[in-house]
Nanobody, 124 residues
């Protein structure tokens, strides 16, 4: 079992930056690949970024590539999402997830454990 707690969301102006954190607890938390997803009101949950358990490979949605960076510190059991050049369309609730199943890193179905989410609001 893995528990995930996100933090770092808030209100920021367009062009600004935020760093989200996801603290994982559980005996094998550091062995999971991790992902970030987001969901805006009235829209489906969408993939944002993912990172393998070692941090050796990362994956990004096209809409955030070059602006967002995912990283992890396994000693702290924490995954980060650095978000730069934020746009109003990035406004959503952001969820951290631990990937415990086979399947695409880009698919929510491959992730077993989810946090409660943290709200990011970007004003124009």
């Amino acid at each position: 079992q893995v528990q995930l707690v996100e933090s770092g969301g808030g209100l920021v102006q367009a062009g600004g930056s935020l760093r989200l954190s996801c603290a994982a607890s559980g005996r094998t938390a550091s062995s999971y690949a991790m992902g970030w997803f987001r969901q805006a009101p009235g829209k489906a949950r969408e993939f944002v970024a993912a990172i393998t358990w070692s941090g050796g490979s990362t994956f990004y949605a096209g809409s955030v590539k070059g602006r967002f960076t995912i990283s992890r510190d396994n000693a702290k059991n924490t995954v980060y999402l650095q978000m730069n050049s934020l746009k109003p369309e990035d406004t959503a609730k952001y969820y951290c997830a631990a990937r415990g199943r086979t399947g695409s890193y880009y698919s929510a179905m491959a992730y077993d454990y989810w946090g409660q989410g943290t709200q990011v609001t970007v004003s124009s």
